[in-house]
């Protein structure tokens, strides 16, 4: 079940993010893209600061550890019974997903420091000293959410677990919430925060989308499992220091088999006796089937034999002839492409280079290296509320940053085995539904959306012939174990591995590269223990030692079906064959999609930034305009004075306030004009010829700016003309005083 959150802000709004800029001494939250939003974390934060306040207020104080251990849980202690997600701007799916074509056609109007200026406002003030002085270095600037605007969420939670006497606290929690974010006590912060809860009788929705695949759908080949992020996701890599949490680029197959598992589980399995069930043992204890990881879509990693240069240098336009069987790649830029170019002997030239790595894709022999999207979240903790936001010990809370994937991300993987088994999982599992993923997943990370499919396997290369010498390529770790069961990761263990396919073939190593490995067990809580393992990327040479074996092609058809070595069910052991004089081989396949313009969809919210950016632009151009003007007539010593000055700036201000930029404006200001005609003032004016100018009063702009602008000009913007004209003209006065 859902609670529908709505949060707005009555005034100016600060939920830090703990960092600022060289201007800037405090920023509020925005995704990357530059959008204000409510971290989830600070929104429970606030929700469980508010139960307590309420809790005090009734009378029932002895019972608030309690229940907030039971609604907000402890860590990894305590599981939550609600789950938060981020506030956000109404409407924020859409907007992410038409975001890029308005950034493509408009990319000056969506910079991020646009968007946030069009959200917030930059306030700045000082500390004032006994004497009434601002004291020395005390000024501040902090950007703060403009009033007026309204985040949604949601909290999830289990119906079954929730009672009415928690849902009345939540309820009356939500109106005792009335501030939120930084300086709080100067004014900022005012909020009404208001949850909606399903009618009564609601049926309790269900995180699943779609049911099962019929009963009598035909078992698949594999399954193909596409995991997409609705949220910032953290799957929290083994590399991460003490103060930052780190993300994978992928999703590891043992977190693919966890994601599986548990929706089993939810499906009707109970968790007690999973054993016991055959298709939870087929698919999930047994190791009958392989769970490859899920890489983002159209990308695998990189072969480790592909090189870059360390210190580009320009080669020569004639490469020495190729020896093909070298296996070395040298990656050199070629008119802003990425071209592969192979060398027979790479350090007789005299180049230094080093393994690319990471994640990618090659299209008619050219790479594409995948740059991940992530963003870096900051966070602080205290210990409860009595310690206040100053910590003046360790133990009292700490300060640490999430490295996430941007939401949006989408991830590809395979499960491969029986026929059979898979067609029960298939028929078992719904086709498509919502859960969560990774670190802090009950609080604003790791919204995650899964839908299988059947899908067909790769085919086997149809140039690799009985005699053929193939590659080896290591789409995933692979974990061997020697005659005695310890790990091993070596080119003995690899032939012992490869007996086993009736392969006989003398193995070199083209690139490879030995890691320890190294898993998380949700269930105990801890680590496994470090094991010695090839890394994704590596590859191997094999050629057959015999000539016409006829054990080699079947053989290497199984090995390129099954896979190599052990816990292929936790995403080891994906391996796949090429023929030599064919590496690389693409990996999306098919002909490049021309690029053509994304279509600009009706978000009213984009449109409004839109308008905004064209408006403030108009205004810019007008203010220049007029600032030439003023700049001319000085040179020419056409100045107005001051006192003259001052009652033309009086008088547009009076009238500008009286009736805004309405046609009134214009005839009222015409009107006063001609009264100074036949006066002094009047024949200043003329004088400097500019009373027919202010007579006219929106006849100054040129076609040409209107026509840039593309805003019709009317009182307005005669309005900001005539104001950036006083301004000038006044700078110019106080100069030439001066």
């Not at 896979?563 to 999306?588: C, H, K, M, N, Y």
């Not at 003007?629 to 107005?640: G, K, V």
């Not at 009086?650 to 930029?661: I, N, P, R, S």
């Amino acid at each position: 079940m859902k609670i529908k959150v709505y949060l707005h802000n009555s005034g100016f709004l600060l939920p830090g993010a703990g960092e600022g800029s060289a201007l800037i001494d405090c920023d509020p939250v925005t995704s990357r893209q530059g959008f204000p939003y409510i971290p989830a974390r600070t929104f429970k934060g606030l929700l469980k600061e508010s139960v307590q306040e309420v809790l005090e207020i009734e009378g029932r104080e002895s019972e608030s550890e309690a229940l907030c251990k039971e609604l907000f849980g402890t860590g990894q202690k305590t599981p939550a019974l609600l789950r938060f997600r981020s506030l956000t701007l109404p409407n924020w799916q859409e907007i992410r997903e038409q975001f890029p074509a308005f950034q493509q056609q408009h990319k000056d109007a969506f910079v991020p420091e646009r968007i946030k200026a069009y959200y917030t406002a930059e306030i700045s003030q000082t500390a004032v000293a006994t004497d009434g002085i601002a004291k020395e270095r005390s000024l501040r600037t902090i950007r703060a959410i403009k009033p007026g605007h309204t985040f949604e969420g949601y909290i999830n939670y289990d119906a079954a677990k929730i009672s009415d006497s928690h849902e009345a606290l939540l309820k009356r929690a939500a109106l005792q919430l009335r501030f939120a974010g930084t300086k709080r006590n100067r004014g900022f912060g005012k909020i009404k925060v208001s949850f909606v809860f399903p009618e009564p009788g609601t049926h309790p929705e269900t995180e699943t989308g779609e049911k099962p695949a019929p009963p009598d759908s035909p078992d698949p080949e594999v399954l193909e499992i596409r995991i997409t992020t609705h949220s910032p996701t953290v799957l929290s890599s083994l590399t991460s220091d003490s103060n930052t949490v780190s993300t994978d680029r992928f999703v590891r197959g043992s977190r693919v088999r966890g994601l599986l598992a548990e929706q089993l589980l939810k499906s009707g399995i109970a968790k007690e006796h999973a054993h016991e069930n055959t298709l939870f043992h087929q698919a999930i204890l047994s190791g009958e089937i392989c769970i490859r990881p899920a890489y983002p879509v159209g990308n695998l990693p990189v072969p480790l034999n592909v090189h870059r240069e360390k210190a580009p240098k320009k080669l020569p336009a004639q490469v020495a002839p190729i020896q093909k069987d070298s296996g070395l790649l040298l990656n050199v830029p070629d008119d802003d492409k990425q071209k592969l170019i192979p060398l027979w002997d790479i350090f007789s030239k005299d180049i230094q280079s080093r393994s690319i790595g990471g994640l990618g894709s090659f299209q008619e022999k050219q790479l594409t290296v995948h740059q991940a999207t992530t963003s870096a979240h900051f966070h602080n903790s205290r210990l409860n509320r009595s310690a206040g936001r100053n910590m003046k010990y360790e133990t009292e809370g700490g300060i640490f940053y999430y490295e996430g994937l941007e939401a949006g991300a989408t991830f590809s993987g395979q499960i491969t085995g029986s026929p059979e088994i898979l067609g029960k999982l298939m028929r078992k599992l719904p086709t498509i539904w919502r859960t969560t993923i990774g670190k802090s997943k009950s609080t604003q990370y790791g919204d995650i959306e899964i839908k299988i499919s059947p899908g067909k396997r790769k085919p086997f290369p149809t140039n690799v012939e009985k005699n053929t010498t193939v590659f080896l390529h290591f789409r995933s770790a692979i974990a061997l174990l020697n005659a005695v069961g310890m790990p091993q990761a070596n080119i003995a263990g690899i032939e012992a591995y490869l007996a086993e396919f009736k392969l006989k073939a003398k193995v070199a190593q083209i690139a490879t590269v030995v890691f320890e490995a190294e898993t998380w067990s949700r269930q105990w809580n801890c680590r496994t223990g470090k094991f010695p393992a090839f890394k994704e990327g590596s590859i191997l040479q094999l050629e057959p030692e015999e000539k016409d074996d006829p054990n080699w092609l079947p053989g290497l058809k199984r090995l390129h079906q099954k896979g190599l070595g052990e816990l292929r069910e936790q995403g080891f052991g994906w391996v796949e064959i090429e023929a030599v004089d064919q590496f690389p081989s693409d990996t999306q396949g098919g002909e490049k999609a021309k690029e053509e313009p994304a279509k600009l969809g009706n978000n009213e919210t984009l449109k409004a930034i839109l308008g905004n950016y064209q408006r403030e632009k108009t205004k810019d151009e007008v203010r220049l305009h007029a600032s030439k003007e003023a700049t001319s007539r000085a040179m020419r010593n056409q100045l107005i004075p001051n006192h003259l000055l001052g009652r033309l700036e009086q008088k547009l201000t009076a009238l500008a306030q009286k009736h805004g930029t309405t046609p009134d404006l214009k005839k009222e200001f015409q009107k006063w004009i001609c009264t100074l005609k036949e006066k002094p003032a009047g024949e200043t004016l003329k004088r400097m010829k500019l009373y027919t100018l202010l007579e006219e009063f929106d006849k100054i702009l040129p076609k040409s700016l209107t026509q840039t602008a593309g805003i019709e000009v009317g009182e307005k913007w005669a309005c900001i003309w005539w104001e950036a004209f006083f301004k000038t003209i006044r700078n110019f006065n106080k100069k030439q005083k001066a």
